[in-house]
């Protein structure tokens, strides 16, 4: 019942601010408007741009109320998110005036957002080791470093995602479902209602942004949604893993991490910063392969369910 409640209330938060939030933005001209000159920018109508704030207040308040939490770990997660919705408004900000952000108060500030969850306790600690079942304990540099990256990546990547009606929406929906599933099955409770509370705002987001999109989250709720991501699954399946379940949580986020992976490798080869927006992503070479908007989704959520499902199966060996 908890679990349901959490889901419920995340839900009806998200889905009942997102209309007076979306007036909000036509009010102060907070926008992302059509731009011919970019192949990226799909919309031909201007669209709000203050979903990540509503997701922001649904996570939060649904988390604070059901799982009363109130130690150092929820208040580093809630620093955490809160820097990256405020470097990711002056990113959106920027874009309403036709503007790029630099690429380099973004970096600071996810990582920022990455050290401060760590300092809270919340890493990744090491596995067990699959031949003698002790807990192999990592050195605490590479503790930091592997958390770290974990966070950032997993961060970029859903935001490096978010291209598409609907796109990252439905991915980050089907991950914390999966999450949510591995955390159930190995009692973690704490990030079982993260991860379901996730599902309902994301779920409520996606009612609202599937094509065409009457609103986006942006830069500050795309890098918000891959933060909570990031940290559920430190505070979950990266808990007293197994060399072989620890490709569970990758899984679950396996198109974003493996399409994106591409991309960063890419750009590194022909000598461009990670950070330079441009349509070289999966769901774009699918739009000009000759796809649908629609189909593209749902090929992408295809994919992304039968990744998920892998993980699934993956846990249940192990268990």
């Given at each position: 019942?908890?679990?349901?409640?959490?889901?419920?209330?995340?839900?009806?938060?998200?889905?009942?601010?997102?209309?007076?939030?979306?007036?909000?933005?036509?009010?102060?001209?907070f926008v992302d408007k059509p731009r011919?000159?970019?192949?990226?920018?799909?919309?031909?109508?201007?669209?709000?741009?203050?979903?990540?704030?509503?997701?922001?207040?649904?996570?939060?308040?649904?988390?604070?109320?059901?799982?009363?939490?109130?130690?150092?770990?929820?208040?580093?997660?809630?620093?955490?998110?809160?820097?990256?919705?405020?470097?990711?408004?002056?990113?959106?900000?920027?874009?309403?005036?036709?503007?790029?952000?630099?690429?380099?108060?973004?970096?600071?500030?996810?990582?920022?957002?990455?050290?401060?969850?760590?300092?809270?306790?919340?890493?990744?600690?090491?596995?067990?080791?699959?031949?003698?079942?002790?807990?192999?304990?990592?050195?605490?540099?590479?503790?930091?470093?592997?958390?770290?990256?974990?966070?950032?990546?997993?961060?970029?990547?859903?935001?490096?995602?978010?291209?598409?009606?609907?796109?990252?929406?439905?991915?980050?929906?089907?991950?914390?479902?999966?999450?949510?599933?591995?955390?159930?099955?190995?009692?973690?409770?704490?990030?079982?209602?993260?991860?379901?509370?996730?599902?309902?705002?994301?779920?409520?987001?996606?009612?609202?942004?599937?094509?065409?999109?009457?609103?986006?989250?942006?830069?500050?709720?795309?890098?918000?949604?891959?933060?909570?991501?990031?940290?559920?699954?430190?505070?979950?399946?990266?808990?007293?893993?197994?060399?072989?379940?620890?490709?569970?949580?990758?899984?679950?986020?396996?198109?974003?991490?493996?399409?994106?992976?591409?991309?960063?490798?890419?750009?590194?080869?022909?000598?461009?910063?990670?950070?330079?927006?441009?349509?070289?992503?999966?769901?774009?070479?699918?739009?000009?392969?000759?796809?649908?908007?629609?189909?593209?989704?749902?090929?992408?959520?295809?994919?992304?369910?039968?990744?998920?499902?892998?993980?699934?199966?993956?846990?249940?060996?192990?268990?």
């Amino acid at each position: 019942m908890l679990y349901l409640i959490s889901f419920v209330l995340s839900f009806l938060i998200v889905y009942i601010l997102i209309p007076p939030f979306a007036k909000l933005a036509f009010r102060i001209d907070f926008v992302d408007k059509p731009r011919k000159d970019v192949e990226r920018k799909l919309h031909r109508e201007p669209i709000p741009l203050t979903a990540s704030y509503v997701i922001f207040i649904g996570f939060f308040v649904t988390y604070l109320i059901i799982g009363r939490e109130f130690n150092m770990e929820t208040l580093a997660i809630f620093i955490g998110g809160m820097m990256l919705l405020i470097i990711g408004t002056l990113d959106d900000w920027y874009k309403t005036k036709g503007k790029d952000f630099p690429a380099l108060p973004k970096l600071v500030v996810q990582i920022m957002a990455a050290v401060v969850v760590y300092a809270s306790g919340i890493s990744f600690t090491g596995f067990v080791n699959p031949f003698s079942g002790e807990y192999v304990l990592l050195p605490g540099i590479l503790q930091f470093l592997l958390t770290i990256l974990w966070i950032f990546g997993v961060t970029t990547v859903i935001n490096f995602s978010d291209g598409l009606d609907g796109l990252a929406g439905g991915l980050s929906a089907i991950s914390a479902i999966t999450l949510f599933i591995v955390a159930i099955t190995k009692g973690q409770s704490n990030s079982a209602i993260m991860a379901i509370i996730l599902v309902g705002v994301t779920l409520a987001y996606l009612r609202y942004n599937k094509a065409p999109a009457k609103i986006f989250m942006g830069d500050a709720g795309a890098t918000f949604v891959g933060f909570i991501l990031a940290v559920i699954a430190l505070d979950g399946a990266f808990k007293q893993a197994t060399v072989l379940s620890l490709f569970i949580p990758v899984l679950a986020l396996g198109v974003p991490i493996f399409d994106n992976l591409f991309v960063i490798i890419k750009r590194f080869s022909q000598g461009k910063s990670i950070y330079v927006a441009d349509a070289s992503q999966v769901h774009y070479r699918l739009l000009r392969a000759g796809l649908t908007h629609r189909q593209t989704v749902m090929i992408l959520w295809l994919i992304s369910t039968c990744l998920s499902l892998s993980s699934i199966i993956l846990l249940l060996i192990q268990t």
